[in-house]
T-cell receptor, first 115, second 116 residues
Framework: AQSVTQLGSHVSVSEGALVLLRCNYSSSVPPYLFWYVQYPNQGLQLLLKYTTGATLVKGINGFEAEFKKSETSFHLTKPSAHMSDAAEYFCAVSDQETSGSRLTFGEGTQLTVNP | GAVVSQHPSWVICKSGTSVKIECRSLDFQATTMFWYRQFPKQSLMLMATSNEGSKATYEQGVEKDKFLINHASLTLSTLTVTSAHPEDSSFYIC????????????FGPGTRLTVL
């Protein structure tokens, strides 16, 4: 069974500051890991994903995440926050070997960007 | 690429009526689509996995007769909420995975259902 824990349901940063959203996962097999962003009353948009290969993955809008197997983490970062980054962020894991692309989501982190 | 649409984007209906929500993959074929439900300030809850040409697989606790899913083509899946009640009010989101590229789900914009 898989699970995802997002530390911090709310994160607040100043515009221009570093964004760090934490995600830890549990999986019995090599995981595929995803970060999605959701703006109010909208669906989810894929920010980035890790499947295999390079552990540092770059996504859209300047976001990146690093897969650390030893720490079972996949934290999302952005060097400089922009007001437009304010949204809900979801970390998710899938187990391709046993359940294909079926996703298990974390509880989400609401990012607030202060001017 | 990988655009998923949903229709309608919002719907208000009376208690006891049925509502159909469409999910379409616009620029790719999707053998598998997923239906989620999201309550305010909460994460997504997977309701069912929809496979083209076969019966949907429902998650535990989701009523099959309440939430009818049809996936009749490689670009269209529908979710029908039958005899809707106020507790069915929610945000329903679908996603689709590309046929032969099954490592990523692409999400639709969601449908807000309000049952009066």
């Amino acid at each position: 069974a898989q699970s995802v824990t997002q530390l911090g349901s709310h994160v607040s940063v100043s515009e221009g500051a570093l964004v760090l959203l934490r995600c830890n996962y549990s999986s019995s097999v090599p995981p595929y890991l995803f970060w999605y962003v959701q703006y109010p009353n909208q669906g989810l948009q894929l920010l980035l994903k890790y499947t295999t290969g390079a552990t540092l993955v770059k996504g859209i809008n300047g976001f990146e995440a690093e897969f650390k197997k030893s720490e079972t983490s996949f934290h999302l970062t952005k060097p400089s926050a922009h007001m437009s980054d304010a949204a809900e962020y979801f970390c998710a894991v899938s187990d391709q070997e046993t359940s294909g692309s079926r996703l298990t989501f974390g509880e989400g982190t609401q990012l607030t960007v202060n001017p | 690429g990988a655009v998923v649409s949903q229709h309608p984007s919002w719907v208000i209906c009376k208690s006891g009526t049925s509502v159909k929500i469409e999910c379409r993959s616009l620029d790719f074929q999707a053998t598998t689509m997923f239906w989620y439900r999201q309550f305010p300030k909460q994460s997504l809850m997977l309701m069912a996995t929809s496979n083209e040409g076969s019966k949907a697989t429902y998650e535990q606790g989701v009523e099959k007769d309440k939430f009818l899913i049809n996936h009749a083509s490689l670009t269209l899946s529908t979710l029908t909420v039958t005899s809707a009640h106020p507790e069915d009010s929610s945000f329903y989101i679908c996603s689709a995975e590309r046929t032969a590229y099954t490592d990523t789900q692409y999400f639709g914009p969601g449908t807000r259902l309000t049952v009066l």
